[in-house]
């Protein structure tokens, strides 16, 4: 375990350069490796599920309750394929935006430094779930065109709170939802080793998400934060949308058509979204991003 090694102080932090020190601090002191610390050389054990069963987009449809067990199985590891294929776009899109954000910064800074230790975190969780995605026997699932090119888009012309908040809003869904795959015994121990890892280093992520969110919208004015209220929720519309492909009904020996319709009608599947951005919305509520509109789009997503 690496040692964090004190250093003088020779000028007054900012305060974000105090939460970027820390964050730094624990990075050296925990952090993994997914490569030696997943077992991927363990042929998948089809005995057990990919994710906890009450995470699938059918649990408590007819149509689960009409499935074996080992079709459910079989649905829960393609789902958690999925989430994770989604993960890897969307750590694709913050790897460029924080880029962005540093970009002819001063390199001494540790905030600087803390947001290459946060990009260095996403390369491994990308390499990482693209691993388990594998291994789960799914095929590369992708957004829908229109979310690709969303994404495009937003990368693109996101900055300060916009960006940072849509990090937040992607993490903290996954964080609640990893939270419970990683504890549930029925959960295929490699997929649980990942999801421990993502919750511990994605914590940093979340932190440091949250300390620039408010950061930036100390400087903005009234009609950009208004935009990038708008801006945000349609970004948490289009993520959490995506994080199931419907192939995944198809790839688990389901009927696609009928699967669909009756998960876009899962009430269960809506309240977990709901239970897992209570803290979301509050920390949302709190900075102002959850004007008339912006709540459109998160109601339209089932997160509040």
Not at 136 to 152: I, K, Q
Not at 160 to 168: P, T, V
Request: include cysteine; hydrophobic fraction near 40%.
């Amino acid at each position: 375990m690496a040692l964090s090694i004190s250093r003088p102080e020779t000028r007054t932090q900012p305060a974000e350069e105090g939460v970027a020190r820390r964050l730094l601090d624990s990075s050296a002191q925990l952090s993994y490796d997914p490569l030696t610390e997943v077992d991927w050389e363990t042929p998948l054990d089809t005995g057990y599920h990919g994710a906890s069963p009450e995470w699938s987009t059918l649990y408590g449809t007819a149509y689960w309750n009409e499935m074996t067990e080992d079709q459910r199985k079989a649905l829960t590891r393609q789902e958690a394929a999925s989430v994770a294929s989604t993960g890897i776009w969307f750590e694709m899109i913050l790897q460029q935006m924080v880029l962005r954000d540093i970009y002819a910064k001063d390199p001494t800074d540790d905030t600087f430094q803390w947001a290459l230790t946060e990009i260095a975190d996403e390369c491994r969780h990308s390499i990482m779930f693209a691993r388990g995605a594998k291994k789960l026997g799914a095929p590369a699932y992708r957004p829908h065109r229109v979310a690709v090119e969303l994404g495009r888009l937003f990368k693109t012309v996101a900055f300060g709170e916009a960006a940072y908040a849509a990090i937040l809003v992607a993490e903290e869904v996954l964080d609640v939802m990893q939270r419970d795959w990683m504890r549930d015994e029925r959960v295929v121990p490699f997929v649980r080793t990942i999801n421990n890892i993502h919750v511990v280093e994605e914590s940093r992520h979340m932190k440091f998400a949250r300390d620039e969110t408010r950061k930036h919208l100390a400087r903005a004015g009234r009609v950009r934060r208004q935009t990038h209220a708008v801006l945000i929720a349609v970004a948490a519309y289009v993520i959490v949308t995506s994080m199931v492909n419907p192939k995944v009904y198809a790839n688990a020996g389901l009927d696609e058509e009928r699967a669909v319709r009756e998960a876009r009608a899962n009430e269960h599947h809506k309240a977990m979204l709901r239970s897992s951005c209570a803290g979301l919305m509050e920390f949302l509520g709190s900075v102002g991003l959850l004007t008339k509109p912006a709540l459109h789009w998160y109601k339209r997503a089932h997160l509040i």
